[in-house]
């Protein structure tokens, strides 16, 4: 199982961590891994400056909607175990 931590502190809250999780929900549900991958708000993750702070594998990512499918591909598909 594969677990995606996104920050809802202040600072990402402010940049969008509310889309970003919807994003993430969308992924999960369009790539058919909802028992694969687990999706999780954290506060703080200590990276304001960088927010949407986005931890995985103990590894913190700033993630917008930008980046956020390619993150997706990349590290929760192509990183599972």
């Known amino acids: 199982m594969v677990t995606i931590n996104v920050c809802v502190g202040s600072a990402c809250h402010l940049k969008g961590s509310y889309k970003i999780i ?14 694969k991958v687990e999706l999780k708000g954290s ?11 986005t931890e995985i594998y103990g590894e913190i990512f700033s993630i917008n ?5 390619m993150f997706f591909k990349e590290k929760v598909l ?4």
Do not use: M, P, Q, T
């Not at 919807?22 to 028992?35: A, P, S």
């Not at 993750?45 to 927010?51: D, K, R, S, T």
């Open 43 to 53: 506060f703080c993750l200590g990276h304001c400056v960088e927010a949407v702070s």
């Open 78 to 81: 192509g990183g599972r175990k």
């Open 22 to 35: 919807e994003k993430f929900e969308k992924l999960i549900k369009d790539y058919n891994v909802e028992d």
């Open 65 to 69: 909607e930008d980046n956020i499918e």
